[in-house]
């Protein structure tokens, strides 16, 4: 239900926007005239799962404005939902009824590069390839990679804390941002672009906004460690017969590989079959397996790693623990084996609509979830190959390196009676083994209500007292997270 301590935008409010932002391109108007079509993109999630009903869209250039904004807002009691690359999964980055949006895509300014420190300074609307090209050139990488980084935002991702690919190499956001600025709901800028490594001075505020979710205030601005690039990049992808051997192979990389390991994913063989229907994309290896990892490794010595990796390779084959694989030849092969990784969330949604859980969960538990999952799927006759049956499959994949295992659901239509099976009995799974019902996603919309299967009274005391002390009025991006 629409919190009706909002205000209701006026012609008057627009107005105001308009003459503070200056510039037409900077905003979409839905309350003086038909912005039609044009507004969909803002008020719908990736998934087409979550739709809001904005009638305003304002895209600040800079910190000032974000800072006149949130005033603006805070005084006239008008929600907002601040936006990013809109590529979040939980259905946090839309309106839930009329909140405004604050899209940061026009705040996307490289704003320093230091190559002896690796720190980067940057707007939060850079896009995070952007970001990530650019310091390519300088021999340098951003410490973060997923799918999306096409369209996120380096603010989304830090408002989302997200993992990613690399997770295991380089470690979380919360390590690597140094400082951040941002804006807080009554205008107040927070200038804590701290360039330093370490910095023992007081309360680290910042940790507050990463993973915030947008909750407390908008991230104009990041500073970021930045590794150096490896000059050698290569990739194996490999089938396995059992989850168990999935285990051997990842404790047996982490043995040969070690300091050149960069990613250890997995997917299992249903979710390589679907990614394979879907795109029409042919898989690596002849065959099926039940288990598909991938591995890259980044070094210094190209052929010195792809020596490694092969010799990895040939020894956990010879073991018995992978039953085929192959190492990449060239740059067109590493992309080809990243797609059937990367590619998968897309094409999940190739036969109507995903459910999907982002858990972590004891490794070596982690598997049983998915096929379990499908076994009550089964029972309830909800899963087959026919129309008349919702789902189509239940697959599971993810960051084998970090113990986040993403169980998807994929289905003809969303359905009641499908949502009734998985929830809470996929949330009870994960608190019974103490594991997290959101591993790097975050909560949003759609995990809210379970919160309590991850976090204690406490806990969620705690963060009711941090949302209060920042956003007294509860403007930030309400109806979600607390
Ligand atoms: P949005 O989706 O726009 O927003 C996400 C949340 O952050 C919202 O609550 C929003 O209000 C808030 N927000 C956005 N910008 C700001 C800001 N500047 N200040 C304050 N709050 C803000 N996630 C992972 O963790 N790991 C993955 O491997 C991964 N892979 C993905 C692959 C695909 C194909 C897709 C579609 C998504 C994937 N995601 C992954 C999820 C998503 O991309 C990340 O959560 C990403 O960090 C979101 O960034 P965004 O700019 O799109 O943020
Ligand atoms: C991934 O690892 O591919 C992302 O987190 C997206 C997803 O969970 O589908
Ligand atoms: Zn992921």
Redesign the pocket.
């Given at each position: 239900k629409r919190d009706s301590k909002f205000a209701e935008l006026t012609p008057e409010h627009v107005k105001w926007f308009r003459e503070t932002l200056g510039t037409d391109s900077a905003i979409l108007d839905g309350v003086n005239q038909d912005a039609g079509d044009d507004m969909e993109p803002f008020n719908s999630?990736?998934m087409r799962k979550y739709r809001g009903h904005a009638k305003l869209v304002v895209k600040p250039g800079n910190t000032e404005e974000v800072s006149k904004i949130l005033k603006y807002c805070n005084d006239n009691m008008l929600a907002v939902?601040?936006?990013?690359?809109?590529?979040?999964?939980v259905g946090?980055?839309v309106p839930v009824f009329d909140e405004i949006v604050i899209n940061?895509a026009r705040m996307n300014q490289i704003r320093s590069f230091d190559d002896v420190s690796g720190i980067l300074v940057a707007d939060?609307?850079v896009i995070l390839e952007v970001a990530d090209n650019f310091l390519a050139e300088k021999n340098h990488i951003f410490p973060l990679d997923?799918?999306?980084k096409g369209?996120?935002?380096i603010?989304?991702?830090?408002?989302?804390n997200?993992?990613?690919?690399r997770l295991l190499r380089y470690g979380s956001l919360h390590g690597n941002v140094l400082g951040l600025e941002?804006v807080l709901p009554d205008g107040t800028i927070v200038d804590d672009l701290c360039k330093l490594r370490k910095n023992n001075t007081g309360y680290d505020i910042k940790q507050l906004?990463i993973g915030?979710?947008?909750t407390i205030?908008?991230?104009?601005g990041i500073s970021i460690l930045c590794p150096q690039r490896s000059n050698a990049l290569n990739v194996a992808y490999f089938g396995l017969e059992s989850f168990e051997k999935v285990q051997e192979a990842f404790r047996e990389a982490k043995n040969q590989l070690g300091e050149i390991l960069s990613a250890f994913e997995l997917m299992d063989g249903r979710s390589q079959k679907l990614y394979n229907t879907a795109s029409g994309n042919r898989l690596p290896l002849e065959g099926e397996h039940p288990f598909y990892c991938l591995i890259e490794t980044s070094g210094s010595n190209t052929e010195h790693d792809q020596e490694k990796l092969e010799a990895f390779l040939e020894h956990v084959m010879g073991e018995e623990i992978v039953s085929d694989g192959v190492v990449a030849q060239d740059q067109t092969q590493i992309k080809e084996l990243w797609g059937c990784r990367?590619g998968v969330?897309?094409h999940l949604g190739h036969w109507g609509g995903v459910y999907k859980y982002d858990l972590s969960i004891p490794i070596g538990e982690m598997y049983s979830l998915v096929e379990e999952c499908r076994e009550r799927m089964m029972k309830a006759g909800l899963l087959g190959d026919s129309e008349d049956k919702p789902v189509v499959d239940v697959v599971g994949y993810g960051?084998m390196g970090d113990a986040n295992l993403h169980l998807n659901v994929p289905v003809r239509r969303y359905d009641k009676a499908v949502e009734k099976e998985l929830e809470p009995w996929v949330y009870e799974w994960v608190q019974k083994r103490h594991g997290s019902i959101s591993a790097?996603?975050?909560l949003?919309i759609a995990k809210k209500p379970f919160i309590g299967y991850s976090r204690s009274e406490t806990m969620v005391r705690l963060y009711k007292q941090i949302k209060d002390l920042y956003d007294p009025n509860g403007i930030m991006?309400p109806y979600?997270y607390i």
């Amino acid at each position: 239900k629409r919190d009706s301590k909002f205000a209701e935008l006026t012609p008057e409010h627009v107005k105001w926007f308009r003459e503070t932002l200056g510039t037409d391109s900077a905003i979409l108007d839905g309350v003086n005239q038909d912005a039609g079509d044009d507004m969909e993109p803002f008020n719908s999630d990736w998934m087409r799962k979550y739709r809001g009903h904005a009638k305003l869209v304002v895209k600040p250039g800079n910190t000032e404005e974000v800072s006149k904004i949130l005033k603006y807002c805070n005084d006239n009691m008008l929600a907002v939902v601040p936006q990013g690359g809109n590529t979040g999964l939980v259905g946090g980055s839309v309106p839930v009824f009329d909140e405004i949006v604050i899209n940061l895509a026009r705040m996307n300014q490289i704003r320093s590069f230091d190559d002896v420190s690796g720190i980067l300074v940057a707007d939060g609307g850079v896009i995070l390839e952007v970001a990530d090209n650019f310091l390519a050139e300088k021999n340098h990488i951003f410490p973060l990679d997923l799918g999306a980084k096409g369209s996120c935002q380096i603010g989304g991702n830090v408002a989302t804390n997200a993992g990613g690919l690399r997770l295991l190499r380089y470690g979380s956001l919360h390590g690597n941002v140094l400082g951040l600025e941002a804006v807080l709901p009554d205008g107040t800028i927070v200038d804590d672009l701290c360039k330093l490594r370490k910095n023992n001075t007081g309360y680290d505020i910042k940790q507050l906004f990463i993973g915030g979710e947008g909750t407390i205030g908008i991230i104009t601005g990041i500073s970021i460690l930045c590794p150096q690039r490896s000059n050698a990049l290569n990739v194996a992808y490999f089938g396995l017969e059992s989850f168990e051997k999935v285990q051997e192979a990842f404790r047996e990389a982490k043995n040969q590989l070690g300091e050149i390991l960069s990613a250890f994913e997995l997917m299992d063989g249903r979710s390589q079959k679907l990614y394979n229907t879907a795109s029409g994309n042919r898989l690596p290896l002849e065959g099926e397996h039940p288990f598909y990892c991938l591995i890259e490794t980044s070094g210094s010595n190209t052929e010195h790693d792809q020596e490694k990796l092969e010799a990895f390779l040939e020894h956990v084959m010879g073991e018995e623990i992978v039953s085929d694989g192959v190492v990449a030849q060239d740059q067109t092969q590493i992309k080809e084996l990243w797609g059937c990784r990367e590619g998968v969330p897309e094409h999940l949604g190739h036969w109507g609509g995903v459910y999907k859980y982002d858990l972590s969960i004891p490794i070596g538990e982690m598997y049983s979830l998915v096929e379990e999952c499908r076994e009550r799927m089964m029972k309830a006759g909800l899963l087959g190959d026919s129309e008349d049956k919702p789902v189509v499959d239940v697959v599971g994949y993810g960051h084998m390196g970090d113990a986040n295992l993403h169980l998807n659901v994929p289905v003809r239509r969303y359905d009641k009676a499908v949502e009734k099976e998985l929830e809470p009995w996929v949330y009870e799974w994960v608190q019974k083994r103490h594991g997290s019902i959101s591993a790097e996603h975050g909560l949003g919309i759609a995990k809210k209500p379970f919160i309590g299967y991850s976090r204690s009274e406490t806990m969620v005391r705690l963060y009711k007292q941090i949302k209060d002390l920042y956003d007294p009025n509860g403007i930030m991006n309400p109806y979600k997270y607390i």
